[in-house]
């Protein structure tokens, strides 16, 4: 893990136009290695936007995005995982008829080096990536709690539960950052409890940077080291979870009035 104030993530002036609509209007903020930041703002306020453009679904029509200091923008879309971006998405996009493990493993396959050739002479070397896909499709179930469920095609489970597949499949590409697109959508009060715990530990335990786009604001505020606040596709706040949430811009914001 870099140290704690290097910027992982650099958002410098991003803005995007749709026809006349402006998405994005000059966006910046840093998100630094090792820390978890939140994404908030009132619907429409660029966030899945903004997301869209760190994944390379969309290209920003002014400014730059630095990922470790090297700029992504013209970086092919399907190359971005492998650079170590990953995402998990409001809506699920599982192969919901095949099992947990195979849902997590296929995840793997963004890392793996082999071309179509040696996968269909299956030499040796496809072979070994794909049990080292395998076996860290098992460790990524393990840590995530589903192994009880491994074998089971995903269709057959909670909505909850899938969630949690999709987060497994997303960690399986061994991502520096991964971006979280409304984890808690869905979720009830017990399993947005789990889920803060999960963050943590994801954090904590592989390394990973986390930055979330999340309309539960206990959850972003609880879990958070710092939160950047959109509103019509502005920056209107960037720091502390507290500092942000007493922010009058950030309270006009979501409630149309002056904090009290």
Known sequence: MSAEGTPLLSVRNVSIRFGGIVALDGVSFDVAAGT???LIGPNGAGKTTLFNCLSRLYRPTGGAILFEG???????????????LGRTFQNLALFRSMSVLDNVRIGAHCRM???????????PAVR???????AAAAELVALLDLQPVADVPVAALPFGTQKRVELARALVTRPKLLLLDEPAGGLNHEEVDQLRSLIRDIRDRIGVTVLLVEHHMSLVMS???KVVALNFGRVIADGPPAAVQADPDVV????????A
């Not at 700029?71 to 170590?84: C, N």
């Not at 080096?113 to 030499?123: D, K, M, V, Y």
């Not at 070994?128 to 395998?134: L, T």
Request: glycine share 8%; hydrophobic share 50%; aromatic share 4%.
């Open 36 to 38: 978890i930041a939140g």
């Open 70 to 84: 090297m700029p992504i923008l013209a970086t092919p879309r399907h190359r971005i995982a492998a650079l170590g």
């Open 113 to 123: 080096r082999q071309g179509f050739l040696a996968h269909a002479l299956a030499l």
């Open 128 to 134: 070994r990536e794909e049990e080292a896909a395998r």
């Open 223 to 225: 879990v958070s080291d």
């Open 252 to 259: 006009r914001a979501y409630l149309g009035t002056e904090a």
